[in-house]
Structures are given as structure tokens and as C-alpha cells.
């Protein structure tokens, strides 16, 4: 290949984005350019808040970046991590993308790089320790939460926030320093929640999503050829989100068959009133995020039906 | 590779003219990183990593385990170790030593660092042994090699950074070098008796204490022990039951040791302002300097990673064909090597990046990779021509000449040399209670 | 002449502005140690843990490291291998100190300047931390100024080593 570009990632090699998804990117990247261009990752350049400004100075040529970890910069963004959407991470990083195009864009959130893509983990779930079984039980205990919309969740269940790295999950739970976290199904495989968070408790559409964005140096793009950059232009976008959504679908799907096929864990999905509940529950924090996405000048209310729309369509 | 090593040669000249080994690492990194990509690029990225290398939540383990530590020295719990040992060893032929390196080892249990392992029992055991005609080169030896112990009896500060740079589970390192820990007294123990055994006058035997004399003493080290069983169990949930639920991951651990050490100090009355901010004082500066060098070698690192070096290095060694032990013993050898040079901070610093994915491609366990790294650093805390240890006691005891001291401490690290060989050849050692877990 | 207590007045203040950065780092510190300790008592006695606790550390670790990077610094506290030091002595030892020091403090001003550029871009794009909402410039400008500080501070210790040698070795007690 003429370019190689570098690939700055932050989760350990073993994880689904850096086993799976960057390698179908590279894949996709090569063929569009008739291998001209390719990618390889080089690990843990610098902690995830320090992504976004290696990228945007040139220190890397692309990476993935988790919105949460830079709270105050986006606030958009938010609106797809909400709760109540139906659908698969593949559907949810579709219109997640659609999204940006009509709505989203406006805020300008990702200014100084190239986006490449938008995408959702599955649908976040309750792993404990304990087996919950009924959204009233959630009351009182620790979890560890991510950022943003999760800890709002957490907050408006009755939960005690616990914050540490993603990392550092395992041993938090194992020392019982939390009962429990919030995480897509790939978490029980991806982080050995098998081990220290047996129950699971599954609220379809999930808790909340996460939200990730791929990102790519601006002047690295440039300098590649007009042909080069048309090519790319097929990959990123749409196409990338969706890939990069069905990986999670994928890592979410092996995290579902390691808890039933581990003796002592358990899924037990939320009953009908629970699910009625938690809507209620959800419906502040979906305010909020409304509200704070449209003082950034976004037509969040549009936004969010229009996403919830294309994902059941999908 | 070509660009790499000439990046080493570069850091270790540089260093070798006294240039602060974290400014070093950080120039030749940035320079280095700019030859792959801009200068603005590398500017950027070592900007960004001493804004984040700060702000690192994992890293706060290493000023709390270091306060713990001076702490715990302030409130005399040092001493009080010392007496324990001494009372049931001091009558045998160089029990004086010997109960230094079972204090040293108790010491260890609740300080994360083996310089002031070292520096604590050299204020409490050298009198004693001067006292009762023990020679420099056994009393000084038995301090420098017995501290060496601070660093791989958990709570450990290197095995919390090497922890940080492998990704590996903190909780499991610390338990894993119990084992070797207690090895390593036996050992040292060992070389004890073959000094004394080869120089009867080296070691003579002090006084036998009564059982009451030795029932006061264990009564004494209630502090000590409780500390330990804070931060130790609470650690690993043993702790856990009504009404307390103490439950901590390392850095609470490290935070409850500090606080812990802090409030024993203070009920004692051996802490007034004036030593709270020496205390403190130092902590921060020991901190800075640490986190700078942490600073400079990540930078550094990204360079030798930027440039291939990991991979490229797998690549030749696999084209060697030799067996992964082969290429394990190079790599042990290399580090004993640097380790007469090298503090054993930045030679882990240096060195892991590029060994660690090689070793964990040959199959070997990241966690007792870990343990081994960390025993042959501590070996180069005690030989020549710079070992921290000894010149440590060197500070301490100022009329003993290093010569003296190196020569003592022989004994020591060849033992060091068997546990390690005993460590490679049996993993399970190491591994038996991490993977128990 | 001075008087005498006008003298001591100014020894106090220089003790004070010698140590002010020593002081907020012991601060910092202090309050790590405390908050943590509250953490766990507070998480395991009465089931409720500090929210706040993870970035108030990141917090107070950045404070403790950039207050006392100066410090160290100038009292020449930084790790370095001193191997060689038997055998470089006097005139030489004296020519590469002067040069290290003043290479040292030199490259320091990228970095510097680069940290005060990230903060501001810090400041444009509204960076915060999660829960207390402390915007991320703050931090960023003081590890900047901190920064700043320390190349000073190694540009004039090559000052001082070139012209008077014997000053620094005082630096340590004082
Ligand atoms: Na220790
Ligand atoms: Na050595």
C-alpha cells in the first residue's frame, strides 16, 4: 500500500473493537482504494480524553472515541444514548448516523477532525452479583456507571453512582466494592463479568446506550489523493456506523452465550410493568437531554423521534 | 529498529551526562516521534500525556502507598517490628541479622517501597548490631538485602505501575508475591547463617529473652498487624462481614493504609505539625518525581512502539527458532545487566514496553512475568557498581565504606540468583495463589 | 544595614513564597488521603460513597504532582543516574551540568506552550469533569504555568551553576 494509515486505540488488543472491528475497517478501506490505503493499530498512545487532541494534532491517523469520556464537549451526541429506543446496536448506529446528517451536525461537536463514523454499544444492562429480578431491587445498591445518560439512570433508579475506569470493573466487583455495573451483554465475556457479576438483568432496549464516534486526522485526509478520498468517502459514514454496529451485535451475542452457558449466571428480562416503569422513570432524563441538545441549537425533539422512527423501520 | 535503538543509545548518553532520566526519555521521545509523524504531532502527544499521566485515577495508589509508609515509620511501628523478631531470634549465632530480615519482611507487608524498607530498618537494626559486635559487612548486607523485600511483598509501588502498564489486575500481582516474599526471607536467612557459619565473629549471639520478654513484644506489634490486616484484607474482601462491609480496590486500599498509619501515628503523639509536613513534604516530592519519569517513558515508550520495535524484535526472535526459556534467560540476563546501571524504576519503565509483548507472544503468564521482573529488579537494588539499597545505607551509616558493603552483601544476591532460577523453573510458586483468586 | 526584625520579616515571607507550592502539594495530598478514608466509610458504614471521588482524586493527584514539579526542580531532586559521578568531577562536572540543565529547561517550553494551546482549546470546545462540571482548562492552565515554572527554574539553575556553584548545594536545607 502507498498510505498506511496509523490507528491509535485505547482498549486492550483482545477487545471486539480492536479484534473485529478495526481489522473489517481496514478491510473496507483497502478494498475501496484498491489497497492503496491500509491501517494498523498501535495500543495505548495515550488515555481515551487524550484521543480526540491526538488526532485532531496528527499524532495518529484514526481512532474510536467514547463520548462520555469527554464530558461538556458533547452534548448532542447524548440524545442517542437515551433510553427507549428498540433495536439492535447495528440499528441504533444507522440511524444514529441519519441522525447526524439531518440534525445532529449542527452542534459541530466533532470540529477539528474528520468523522468517520457513529455508533452505539448494545443496549446497556444491569450485571450484579445478586440476581435482581424486579426494577425495585436496583434501589441501594452500588453500581459502577459510565458517563453521562448511564449515570443518570443510575441516579434516577435509586442506585449509588460508583465511578472507576472501565478497567478497574473486575476488580470492583470482585472486591464487593460495588454489587453491580451497567454495561452491554459484552461485558460478561469482555470484561469476565461471568466471574464477579453473574446475574443479569435485561431490560429490552436497554438502559441506555453508549456512544462512540470514529474519528480521522483532517490534513492526513487531505493529502490523499482525489481518488483516494472518494474512496473513503464510500466507507465512512453509513457504512462504517452500520459495520461498526454489528460488531457490537456480534461481541453482545457472545457475551449472551458465555452467561447461559456459565453454570451459576442467569438473564432474567424485565416484566411488562417493570418495562412500564422504567419508561416513566426515563421520561426526565429524556427531557433533559432534550433540553440541553436544543440549547445547543439542535432540533433534538425531531431528532430523537426521527431516530426512534428509523430504528423500528429498520 | 535501527531508529529505536539509536533512540536508546541517545537516552542512555544523555542520562549517562546526568540529564534527569524523565527530561531524557521525554526529549528523545518527542524528537523521535516526530521523525514518524510532525513535530507538532509529538509535541501534542507529550503535552497531552503530562496533562493526563497526572491526572491517572490508577496511579493514585503510589502517593498513598508512599505516605503509608513514612507514616507508619513516624509512628515507631518499625521499631516495634525489629523488637518482635529480635526477641525470639537475637540468641541465635547472627540472630541479630536474622531478625532484621524477618523485620525487614514484616516491614514490607505495609510499605510499598524498597528504599525505605531499607532507610527505615537501618535507623533501627544498625544500632543494635553495632551494639553487640555484628560486622559492618553482615549488619549493613542484611539491611540493604532485607529491604530489597519492600518491593515484592505486597503493597508494592513497582508491581502497581508495572500493574499500569501491562493491564494487568493489581490485586493479582500483590497476592502473587507472597510466595516469593516469604522465599526470599528464608533465603536471606540462609545466607545469614552461611556468613556467620564461614565468620563465627561476624555474627555473635545476643541475649535470650524470657517468654514474658517475648509475649510484651507480640502484644507491641498489634499496630502493625492490624494495619496490615486493613489494607491486605480489605483488599482482598476479607473484610467483608457486619457491620463494616470493608471492601477496597487498590487505591482505597492504599488511602485507608495512609489514613490508618496517620491515626496510629497520631494517637502515639509522635506526629506534631511540624513532622505531618515533613511527611507530607516528602510524599509530594517523591510523587513528582516519580510521576515525571512515569511521564518521560510513556513518551518514550510511544516512540519505540511508533517505530515497530515490539514487533520487530518479536519477529527476529521467532526467527531465531530458539525455545521461549532460551529467549526468557536473554531477557533475565539483559535485565541484571542494566540493573548494575539502572534504578529500578526507570529500568522497568524502560524496558517492559518492549519485552512485555514478546514475552506474552512466547506464551509465558503476564502475572508472574510480573514477579520475576521484580525480583531480578530488586536483585539490581543491591549490586554493584549502583545499587539504591546500598548506597541508602551507605547515607545511614556513613563510616562504612560501599566496598564493605558490596562485599557483605554477596552472599545475598546470590541467593537472590537462586530464587529467581527457582522462580523461572517453577511458576507455580507464583501462580498458585493469583490463580486461586 | 537592616534591622533585625526587618530582616526576619523578610526571611518569613521568602520561607512562605519558598514554600507556598509545598504547602498546596501537602494540601493536596492530605485531602487525598482524607477524602478516600470519608470514600470508604462513608460507601461501607452508610452505603453512601462520595460521587464525586474519582475526579476529586485526578484532581488533587494533578495539584500534588505540578506543585511540586518546580520544587523538585530546583532542589535538583530529579531521578538521574549518577554513575559517573566518581569519576567526572570539578571544571567538567561543572561544564555538563550548566549545559543539561539549561538543554533541560530549553525543551521544556514546547510542552509548556503546548499544554497552555490544549487548555484553551480545552476552554473553546467546553470541557468539563463529569460531576462537579470543574471546566478542564483550570487544571490544563495550572500544569501549564507549572511547566512553565520548572524550564525557568532549569534555565536559571544553569545560570547559577555557571557563575556560582557552592549556592546550589545550599539549596537543599534551606
Ligand atoms: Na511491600
Ligand atoms: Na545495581
Redesign the interface.
Known amino acids: 500500500a502507498d498510505t498506511t494509515l ?1 490507528i491509535s486505540s485505547w482498549a ?1 488488543p483482545t477487545h471486539g473493537m480492536n479484534a473485529k472491528m478495526w481489522p473489517k475497517l481496514t478491510k473496507m478501506i483497502e478494498e475501496a482504494t484498491e489497497g492503496r490505503v491500509t491501517a494498523e493499530i ?6 481515551p ?2 484521543q480526540f ?2 488526532i ?5 491517523d484514526l481512532t474510536w472515541i467514547f463520548h462520555g469520556y ?4 458533547f452534548v448532542a451526541t447524548q440524545l442517542i444514548e437515551l433510553p427507549g429506543y428498540q433495536g439492535s446496536a447495528e440499528a441504533a448506529s444507522v440511524a444514529y448516523w441519519r441522525a447526524y446528517e439531518k440534525y445532529l451536525k449542527s452542534a459541530n461537536e466533532h470540529r477539528g477532525v474528520k468523522l468517520v463514523a457513529l455508533h452505539t454499544h448494545g443496549p446497556g444492562q444491569l450485571h450484579s452479583s445478586t440476581k435482581v429480578t424486579e426494577l425495585d431491587q436496583i434501589k ?1 445498591m ?1 453500581l459502577r456507571l459510565g ?1 453521562g445518560v448511564s ?1 443518570a439512570v443510575g441516579d434516577a433508579l435509586g442506585a ?6 472501565a ?2 470493573v ?3 466487583l ?4 460495588a454489587d453491580g455495573v451497567m454495561m452491554p451483554m459484552e461485558g460478561k465475556k469482555g470484561f469476565k463479568l461471568t466471574e464477579v457479576a453473574q446475574h443479569s438483568y435485561v431490560m429490552p432496549g436497554g438502559f441506555y446506550r453508549g456512544s462512540f464516534a470514529l474519528i480521522m486526522n483532517q490534513e492526513k485526509f487531505e493529502s490523499l489523493s482525489k481518488a483516494d478520498q472518494d474512496a473513503l468517502m464510500t466507507v465512512f459514514g453509513e457504512p462504517a456506523s452500520r459495520m461498526a454496529g454489528q460488531v457490537w451485535d456480534e461481541i453482545d451475542a457472545i457475551g449472551v452465550e458465555a452467561t447461559e452457558s456459565t453454570a451459576d449466571n442467569s438473564l432474567n428480562t424485565a416484566s411488562e410493568a417493570d418495562r412500564k416503569a422504567y419508561d416513566a422513570i426515563a421520561a426526565p432524563i429524556i427531557e433533559a437531554a432534550i433540553k440541553a441538545a436544543t440549547d445547543k441549537g439542535v432540533d433534538a425533539k425531531a431528532a430523537v423521534e426521527f431516530i426512534a422512527s428509523d430504528m423500528a423501520a429498520n | 529498529m535501527l531508529a529505536a535503538s539509536l533512540g536508546f543509545a541517545a537516552v542512555l548518553v544523555l542520562v549517562m551526562l546526568r540529564m534527569p532520566i524523565a527530561i531524557a526519555m521525554g526529549l528523545v521521545g518527542i524528537i523521535g ?1 516526530a521523525m514518524e ?2 513535530m ?3 509535541i ?2 507529550g503535552s ?2 503530562i ?2 499521566t497526572s491526572q ?3 496511579l493514585s495508589v503510589v502517593p498513598l502507598f508512599i505516605l503509608m509508609g513514612l507514616f507508619v515509620n513516624k509512628g515507631g511501628l518499625s521499631r516495634e517490628l525489629y523488637q518482635v523478631s529480635y526477641v525470639f531470634l537475637g540468641h541465635l549465632r547472627g540472630g541479630l541479622a536474622m531478625a532484621t530480615i524477618v523485620a525487614c519482611g514484616g516491614f514490607s507487608a505495609i510499605c510499598g517501597s524498597s528504599l525505605a524498607t531499607a532507610a527505615t530498618m537501618s535507623k533501627v537494626a544498625m544500632p543494635q548490631m553495632r551494639k553487640f559486635g555484628y560486622s559492618d559487612g553482615l549488619s549493613t548486607a542484611s539491611i540493604a538485602a532485607g529491604g530489597t523485600l519492600g518491593i515484592l511483598i505486597p503493597p508494592s509501588v513497582i508491581l502497581v505501575i508495572y500493574g499500569l502498564l501491562t ?1 494487568t ?3 493479582k500481582l500483590f497476592i502473587a508475591g507472597v510466595i516469593p516474599g516469604f522465599i526470599g526471607i528464608l533465603f536471606y536467612l540462609a545466607a545469614v547463617r552461611y556468613t556467620v557459619f564461614r565468620d563465627p565473629k561476624s555474627g555473635p549471639a545476643g541475649e535470650r529473652s524470657s517468654w514474658r520478654d517475648r509475649m510484651a513484644a507480640l502484644r507491641d506489634v498489634w499496630a502493625v498487624l492490624g494495619l496490615f490486616v486493613l489494607v491486605i484484607g ?4 476479607l473484610l ?1 462481614f457486619w457491620p463494616l ?1 470493608l ?4 487505591t ?1 486500599a492504599a488511602g485507608m493504609g495512609a489514613a490508618g498509619a496517620f491515626l496510629i501515628a497520631l494517637s502515639r503523639k509522635t506526629l506534631n505539625f511540624k513532622a505531618i509536613r515533613e511527611v507530607l513534604f516528602e510524599t509530594a516530592r517523591t510523587t513528582a518525581s516519580l510521576f515525571a519519569v512515569l511521564i518521560g517513558a510513556w513518551i518514550f515508550s ?1 516512540f519505540v ?2 517505530a515497530g520495535l515490539p514487533q520487530a524484535l518479536v519477529e527476529l526472535v521467532t526467527g531465531w527458532g530458539v525455545s521461549p526459556m532460551v529467549v526468557l534467560l536473554m531477557i533475565l540476563a539483559i535485565y541484571i545487566i542494566l540493573g548494575c546501571v539502572f534504578e529500578s524504576l526507570s529500568m522497568l519503565l524502560l524496558t517492559v514496553p518492549v519485552f512485555f509483548p514478546l514475552v506474552t507472544s512466547l506464551g509465558f503468564d503476564p502475572i508472574w512475568f510480573g514477579i520475576v521482573v521484580v525480583v531480578v529488579t530488586e536483585i539490581s537494588l543491591i549490586t554493584p557498581p549502583v545499587g539504591l539499597n546500598v548506597f541508602v545505607l551507605k547515607g545511614v551509616v556513613r563510616d562504612v565504606s560501599t566496598a564493605t558493603i558490596f562485599a557483605g552483601v554477596t552472599p545475598f544476591w546470590i541467593v537472590d540468583i537462586l530464587r529467581l532460577a527457582l522462580l523461572v523453573f517453577v511458576p507455580w510458586l507464583v501462580l498458585v495463589l493469583p490463580n486461586s ?1 | 544595614m537592616n534591622t533585625n526584625s526587618r530582616s526576619q520579616e523578610g526571611a518569613w515571607a521568602r520561607h512562605a513564597l519558598a514554600h507556598a507550592p509545598s504547602y498546596l502539594a501537602a494540601t493536596a495530598l492530605f485531602a487525598l488521603m482524607a477524602m478516600t478514608f470519608a470514600d470508604v466509610v462513608l ?1 461501607s458504614v452508610f ?3 462520595i ?1 464525586a ?3 476529586l482524586t485526578r484532581l488533587f493527584m494533578a495539584i500534588t504532582v505540578f506543585s511540586s514539579l518546580p520544587v523538585i526542580s530546583w532542589r535538583g531532586e530529579h531521578i538521574v543516574v549518577d554513575l559517573l559521578d566518581p569519576f567526572v568531577r570539578g571544571r567538567a562536572a561543572q561544564v555538563r551540568d550548566v549545559l543539561i540543565d539549561a538543554l533541560a529547561g530549553i525543551v521544556i517550553f514546547w510542552p509548556a506552550i503546548r499544554v497552555y494551546e ?1 487548555a484553551e ?1 480545552a476552554k473553546q ?7 462537579l ?1 470543574i ?2 482548562f483550570y487544571i490544563a492552565y495550572f500544569i501549564a504555568f507549572s511547566t512553565f515554572v520548572t524550564a525557568l527554574i532549569l534555565l536559571l539553575r544553569a545560570v547559577i551553576r555557571a557563575v556560582a556553584p557552592d549556592y546550589l548545594a545550599t539549596i537543599k536545607n534551606a
Request: aromatic letters at 10%.
Open positions: 496509523v486492550p498501535k495500543y495505548k498512545l495515550a488515555p480524553p487524550a487532541d491526538l485532531q494534532d496528527g499524532a495518529a469527554n464530558p461538556g464537549r441501594g452500588k458517563g449515570g449509588t453512582g460508583i465511578r472507576v475506569p478497567p478497574k473486575y476488580e470492583t470482585a472486591s464487593n466494592a | 516521534y509523524t510532525s507538532r504531532a509529538a501534542s502527544m497531552r500525556l496533562i493526563d491517572d485515577y490508577g493491564e489486575s493489581i490485586g480489605g483488599l482482598y474482601g467483608d462491609h471492601t477496597f480496590s487498590p482505597e510511544n512502539n511508533f483468586m | 460507601r452505603n453512601s460513597p460521587s471521588a474519582t475526579e490544549l482549546r470546545y467546553g470541557d468539563t469533569t463529569e460531576y462540571q471546566p478542564q
